[in-house]
Structures are given as C-alpha cells and as structure tokens.
C-alpha cells in the first residue's frame, strides 16, 4: 500500500510540474512555440491572394456643334438620348467609362454657342451620363472658350448632377486633389491635360482653371497618385488634328507617361481614330496607349471624323498580403458611326451593322476600322 502511494504521488508530482511547465510556457513573453504560431500566422496570411478585376473603357470627343444641339431641340428641352440610343446597352458594359467632354456645359443661361467657341446645353451632360459615362476630362482646347467664369458654371453643372471630372477646377485646392473611382476594390486615379487652349491665355491668378501639359508637374501628379491609387490612367489632349497616325511628339510623352507609372493613357483631340498600342515602361512594366478616341459625337461629317468608338481594358488587381500586382488584359474596340443628313438627323450607330456607314465607305469599312486601330501583335 505505501509503495503505491509513494508511486501514485510520484505520478502526481510529475504530472503536476507537466502542468506547470506547460501554463508558464504560454505565459512566458516569448517562448519559441509562441513567435513560431505568429509567424506561421504571418506566412499563412503572406499566402493568401485575391484577384479582383474591373473593365476600364473611354469614348472619344464630345463636340457639341449648333447644328447638333439645333437638332436636339425639342421645345425648350434638348433631347440627345435618341442619339445614343442605339448605343446605351454596350455603353453600360464597363465597370468605368471616360469621356472627353470637349465642350463646356454651361447651359442657356449665357447662350449657346457652335464652333468655333462653343458652348453646350446642360442636357447633354445628363445624356451621357445616363447613357454609362461614369466621369469626363475637360482638359481640352475649348476649355476656356468663352472663359473662365463660363467654364466654372460648367463644372458647376457637373458637380450638380454629380458626373466627376478631371482637368478644369473651381480653384487650387481643387485642382491639388487627386480624383481616385473606386470599382470592386480596385482604386482608379484619374488625370488630365491638354495641350493648350486655342491661344486664349489663362487669365493671370486663375492658372489652377485647366491642367497644361507640363512635364514636371505631370511626373509630379503621377507621383502622388500612386499613394492613393492602384491603378492610373491619363487622359491626355495632344496630336495633330485630322492625322490618321500619331505624331512623334504624342509618341514621345506617351513613353514619358508609362515610364513614369501611368498605365493607361486616353489621347483626343485629333477628332480622327488613332491606333491602340502596348510601350513598355523603364522598369519593364507594360501600358497601354490609344493615342486618338477620334469624335464620339459631333457634327463633323467628313472623312473619318463621323466615327469614334469605345476602347475597354480589362484590369486585374492580384493582392499578395500588402503587396498589389496590376496587370492589363488585351485591350478590345467597339467603332461607332455618327449618320446624319444635311446637317440634321444625328443618330449614333454600331459601326459593324450601321448601313449608313456601308453606304458612305463601303463594306469593308468595319474591318478597316478594327485593323487601324488594333496592330497586329499588339492588341485583338
Ligand atoms: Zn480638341
């Protein structure tokens, strides 16, 4: 019995210290199982990816000429849905669209206005807007056309009916921010510039009215939204106007912008298409260019200028614990056609099934199209 006892109590002590040893061990600051679970923890998390993805697109001008708004009046209202109607479904695809508002939206109350100083009514911002533009530049020639109280009254507009916009500003503050849409996690910068503003100067003390082109200040911009974006995307206004292909200088500061980080550059202003291309940034990093969206919707009839399209890019976002990858899928093109007759009737079409298109160009006209824009090798 005792040397039973004497057994059961040497058991018990030694489970007892079992016990003990173990209860310090969780206790104490920093055993070695301890620092093991966190950085197993850390690994695991390190680990874990998530792709998000969001389709990015941008149509090209938005030139509102008399005749076009002429065309649009309904009584006192203008009414431009009906042109965009054929359209709206594939408008409304991507997660982002961008348009180039070339044309201030000041509306009636200090008169509308045609080429060449224009002026748009309010009703075509509403249009677009319904139509799927999710934000517009403004950066562009004709941003100071009728000044720049009238471009404020613009932006007015806009802020009202809660369209962003990049590239003109009520004052400086507003033009030090960086404008960021966020889609499915994935955090959009988006800037713009123009190359200047038709020879009317910017007023002394109003300098923060329209974005022109600066390097310095660009790379500076580009810089700052990195901090707050993950992906960048410049809208840019350059080139020649009516030129099928662009200049060297347009392919010059295209380099400048990838290398600095941007990685999606929207040109306009050429009023004509221009090809879509892939650079390859200093750091090896690939981006994309369309160096001309050509018109979207305006009065201009002649060769080339009636047709526009809208350009969509996959993104992909690959989150690795802090870390976040993005990548470009093959961009993709959808033309469009502007039919008019005697400077009346303005209906926007799919150029694949627009017959007016046939009839002006012939029937390759859409195939003629994809190829100007999509290089081979380059992009599909
Ligand atoms: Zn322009």
Redesign the pocket.
């Known amino acids: 019995m005792n040397k039973r006892k004497i057994i059961y109590m040497f058991f018990l002590i030694v489970a007892l210290c079992i016990l003990v040893s173990v209860g310090m061990s969780k206790f104490s600051p920093s055993t070695s199982k301890e620092s093991h679970s966190i950085s197993g923890r850390n690994i695991h998390e390190l680990a874990k990816e998530e792709n998000k993805k969001i389709t990015i697109a941008a149509i090209g ?1 938005i ?1 509102i000429h008399d005749r076009v708004y002429n065309d649009a009046r309904e009584g006192d209202y203008y009414n431009f849905d009906k042109m965009l109607a054929n359209l709206s479904s594939e408008l409304k695809k991507p997660d982002l669209l961008l348009a ?1 508002q ?1 044309t201030i939206v000041a509306g009636e109350t200090i008169g509308l206005s045609g080429y060449p100083t224009f002026n748009s009514p309010h009703e075509i911002a509403d249009t677009i807007k319904k139509a799927g533009v999710d934000i517009v530049t403004t950066a ?3 941003a100071l056309d009728r000044g720049v109280k009238a471009q404020k009254l613009s932006i007015d507009y806009l802020n009202q009916i809660d369209l962003p916009h990049v590239g003109t500003y009520l004052n400086k503050d507003d033009q030090d921010k960086i404008v960021v849409l966020e889609k499915n996690d994935v955090k959009i910068a988006y800037l713009a510039y ?1 190359y200047g503003l038709n020879g009317i100067p910017v007023p002394k003390g109003s300098e923060y009215i329209v974005n022109v082109i600066d390097k310095e200040k660009m790379s500076n911009e580009i810089q700052r939204a990195k901090k707050v974006a993950d992906v960048i995307v410049m809208a840019v ?1 350059w080139g020649n ?1 009516y030129e099928r292909y662009p200049s060297n200088e347009q392919k010059k500061l295209a380099q400048f912008f990838i290398d600095e980080g941007v990685h999606i550059i929207f040109g ?2 050429p ?1 004509v298409l221009q090809s879509i291309e892939w650079l390859e940034g200093k750091n090896g990093q690939k981006g994309l260019v369309v160096y001309s969206l050509g018109n979207f919707l305006s009065g201009q009839d002649e060769e080339y200028r009636d047709i526009g399209g809208m350009v969509t890019i996959t993104v992909n976002k690959l989150q690795r614990g802090n870390s976040a990858t993005i990548t470009l899928d093959q961009p993709s093109f959808y033309p469009t056609f502007v039919a008019s007759k005697n400077e009346s009737n303005y209906i926007m079409h799919p150029l694949v099934t627009s017959e007016e298109a046939v009839d002006k160009y012939g029937a390759s006209i859409y195939k003629e199209i994809m190829d100007h824009m999509l290089i081979e090798g380059q992009a599909e």
Do not use: A, I, M
């Open positions: 001008d030139l180039n070339e562009n020639n004709h123009t206004h106007e306009s202003h009023h």
